[in-house]
């Protein structure tokens, strides 16, 4: 801005320390998606801010595989330990022991008259002056450097697996299912409502207004109990239905609260000659107010996506029974924690997927969120 | 039936229900009940439009006395009914089981830190960077990075920062970033340097500001400084109640000043962060005012934009240097806002849950109320105590809800 527009040291301390924000709250979330591309192995043993650079370790066991082959009197077992070429080993071993006991190039024996020699880029020699037959064959330890290696399996894995039980598919229909009826009809109700508290004449309006801004802060957590008590005793039970209406209820008042003070700025002049011509205040809502409000609207949409994407306590209270058919991904997620809390290849992807979808409802539609945030908050 | 087709039913049969139902309704009234024609035309009119009002409401209405209101009054009831004993009524015997339990003390210790911690650090944070933003080119792509986590699921958080606490055994590398900063640190100057005196320092400035904000609070109570108009009786209670917890504040900064300066830490062990008492609470808060600081961020930097210029331009003028400027033109005028943001983030943090129940589940001393009334309902199956508990987050809210209705009230009128 104008206070220091020349560069000054100020000035580079401001850029310093915006990047040192960005990058301290960007951090944790890199690491998750990181980690969702990386293999069990490679998570379990080294911090994912290593997985971008070329990196010395060591490698769990290869038992050595090949088709035997007779050449001079020799059986010849020959072949590669690694399918990438990029890998450079710098000691090996043969049990678990020493895994470090010799250099490319050795030559070992490894019993039976039979020796083993395993070069710098992995290819190994196993001969013997007699057939393998169907015998073990040995176990290879490396320590190399291998360069960054990502994968999608994890992905396949908890999405497209169907023998994965705990998988995400199911819970992210879910979870799309409970969303969009949750999101669509508490807008419609509360466009209604906002209407009427903005542009209409009646007794008693200021009151409503103030009531509903009262709910707005009410705790959902006081509701569980005495409705899901009720859904019992109407037989909706727990169930889409139940949550469906649960959300709908929960959204109402930050829904009207948005809309009617959108609503209330729209411009006097076209409702009073749109009332002078004999439309009707139906007719005024639907043709005028409705596409005025858009952009109201949207932001109420994007909030109420958010919350109930994101939401794991109604889900609970409201929607998910013992059967578990009805799980919703932050359940999922949840019970990986307890289950699966080592496990991060599958926790870092279930988690991923399960945030993806808000982000990228995030990024794209930020100015009408930013736009509902300021209208909700500032007066 | 498959559940999405089930959803899309209901989509349909919602909203053509709805926009049916706003249709119909004011057909029915304009033609039949009162129809704008014959002698009493006139009259007619006037009636269908003292109506239809309740047409556009009655919906929404519906919904919120029955999903928001009703509860509340139910939920006092079963707060002072016994579920086992029939629904009988009994007093206030829940509300004194709840009073003795060392947990539900726990969770509202826990809950008085977490309510002063993150909207505090969150608005900080916020203001520091719409502050450093609004003055650089590359601002809107920094903010949008910084509000991101808004969008992050409170689970999908847990998730995210329980890889940054993870844990390996001695020996192995660590995965998590927080224990494999720890370990590089040995013990040495840089060490104390690091884990010791910049701490303390920090520390200490809190409990200046501490002390600061005790001092602005009791001035005008202690009465030096007469004739800012007079004050309310709950403004004395408001500034008691803000002083107390400063003084709760400063009196934690300088015990925890006093434990770093003696602690000898374990350098070289990697910690399980989440089972360190006191500390797990506060590396729990960590993950909420990530998330909560992009919203303060991006509420903060609309109203600094709002700032008329000829102040900040007058004060220039007066030779005030950037940090006078901020603190002495800026935040005075957009403080109104920062009260509105603090107590948006203090509604948020007072229902806390997700995160607690993910990551902890309250263990090692990091209940908090939420999770407490959610463990009576649903795992002790005590719906007395749960609800007792519930009501005391209820009765915290209040004051905020209050606040806003009168709001409300005075801009309506």
């Known amino acids: 801005m104008h206070v220091s527009s020349k560069k000054s040291p100020l000035t580079w301390a401001v850029h310093i320390s915006v990047v040192a924000l960005v990058a301290l709250w960007l951090f944790p979330t890199v690491g998750l998606f990181v980690s969702s591309f990386r293999t069990a192995d490679q998570i379990a043993n080294t911090g994912w801010w290593k997985a971008l650079f070329t990196q010395e370790r060591q490698a769990p066991a290869i038992r050595i595989a090949g088709n035997e082959e007779e050449i001079d009197g020799q059986f010849v077992i020959a072949g590669n330990l690694f399918e990438s070429d990029e890998v450079e080993i710098s000691k090996w071993g043969t049990s678990s022991r020493a895994p470090e006991a010799y250099v490319p190039g050795d030559s070992v024996d490894v019993g039976d008259g039979a020796s083993l020699t395993v070069a710098a880029d992995g290819a190994f020699r196993l001969s013997a002056p007699q057939s393998f037959g169907d015998s073990r064959l040995p176990r290879v330890f490396t320590t190399a ?3 960054p290696e990502f994968t999608l399996e994890n992905y396949r894995f908890v999405l497209f697996d169907p023998g994965n039980r705990e998988g995400m598919a199911r819970a992210f229909f879910n979870t799309l299912t ?5 999101t669509i009809i508490p807008i419609v109700i509360a466009a209604f409502a906002a209407y009427a ?29 005495p409705l899901l008590r009720l859904h019992n005793e109407i037989g909706i039970g727990k169930g889409y239905l139940g949550v469906w209406l649960a959300h709908t209820g929960f959204g109402l008042p930050l829904a009207i609260y948005l809309l009617r003070n959108y609503m209330v700025g729209l411009p006097r002049d076209i409702i009073e000659n749109a009332r ?14 409705l596409p005025l409000s858009f952009p109201a609207l949207a932001s109420f949409a994007i909030f109420q996506f958010l919350w109930t994407w994101n939401d794991l306590l109604v889900a609970l209270v409201f929607l998910i029974d013992s059967t578990g058919e009805t799980t919703v991904m932050t359940k999922q997620i949840v019970e990986l924690l307890g289950t699966r809390g080592g496990n991060w290849e599958i926790l870092a992807t279930s988690a991923f997927v399960s945030i993806a979808v808000p982000l990228v409802v995030f990024f794209a539609m930020q100015k009408y969120l930013v736009r509902g945030l300021l209208a909700g908050s500032v007066k | 039936m498959h559940p999405a087709l089930q959803g899309l039913i209901t989509i349909i049969v919602g909203v053509g229900g709805c926009v049916g139902y706003f249709y119909f309704s004011n057909q029915f009234l304009d033609r039949v009940l009162f129809p704008a024609t014959g002698k009493h035309a006139g009259r007619n009119i006037n009636r269908a439009n003292q109506i239809r009002p309740w047409l556009f409401l009655f919906p929404a209405l519906f919904a919120l006395g029955l999903y928001l209101a009703y509860p509340v009054f139910a939920t006092l009831w079963l707060s002072v009914t016994d579920r086992d004993a029939g629904g009988a009524f009994v007093g206030l015997a829940n509300y004194s089981q709840m009073f003795g339990e060392p947990k539900f003390w726990e969770a509202m210790t826990n809950n008085m830190l977490w309510l002063i911690i993150v909207p505090a650090f969150s608005t900080g944070f916020g203001l520091l960077a719409a502050q450093l933003t609004d003055r650089i080119s590359w601002g809107g792509i920094a903010k949008s990075l910084i509000f991101m986590p808004m969008a992050i699921s409170f689970v999908g958080a847990a998730v995210i920062w329980k890889l940054v606490y993870d844990t390996r055994p001695v020996g192995q590398d660590q995965i998590g970033v927080l224990n494999a900063v720890w370990l590089s640190f040995d013990g040495g100057v840089w060490s104390v340097l690091v884990l010791k005196l910049v701490p303390i320092a920090l520390v200490a400035i809190f409990a200046a500001f501490m002390g600061f904000v005790i001092y602005q609070t009791l001035r005008p109570v202690i009465g030096r400084e007469k004739g800012h108009g007079e004050t309310h009786w709950w403004g004395y209670v408001l500034r008691g109640l803000l002083s107390l917890a400063a003084v709760w504040m400063l009196w934690l900064s300088l015990g925890s000043i006093l434990s770093l300066f003696s602690a000898s830490l374990p350098y070289g062990e990697p910690q399980t962060w989440l089972t360190i008492p006191f500390w797990n609470s506060i590396f729990l808060m960590v993950v909420l005012v990530w998330i909560q ?15 008329p210029e000829e102040t900040i331009e007058a004060a220039v ?13 800026k935040v005075p005028q957009i403080m109104s806002t920062i009260v509105v943001v603090w107590t948006t983030i203090t509604i948020v943090v007072l229902k806390v849950f997700d995160i607690v129940f993910a990551m902890t589940n309250g263990q090692w001393e990091t209940q908090v109320l939420a999770n407490y009334m959610y463990d009576k309902l649903f795992r002790a199956n005590d719906w007395g105590v749960g609800s007792a508990s519930a009501m005391i987050i209820m009765l915290l809210v209040t004051p905020i809800l209050a606040w806003n209705v009168y709001n409300a009230r005075k801009e309506t009128r």
């Open chain 2, 317 to 329: 003028i007066d030779g005030a240097n950037p940090f006078q400027i901020f603190f002495k033109i």
């Open chain 1, 178 to 182: 409970v969303t969009i009826p949750a």
């Open chain 1, 197 to 225: 508290l903005a542009w209409m004449r009646f007794p008693g309006r200021s009151l409503l207004i103030a009531a509903v801004v009262g709910l707005l802060v009410v705790p959902l957590q006081l509701a569980l109990i």
């Open chain 2, 293 to 307: 600081t992009g919203f303060a961020m991006v509420i903060l930097s609309a109203a600094l934009r709002g700032i």
């Open chain 1, 276 to 289: 002078v011509d004999g439309a009707t205040d139906f007719q005024i809502f639907v043709k005028i107010i």
């Open chain 1, 145 to 147: 450097t291998r360069p």
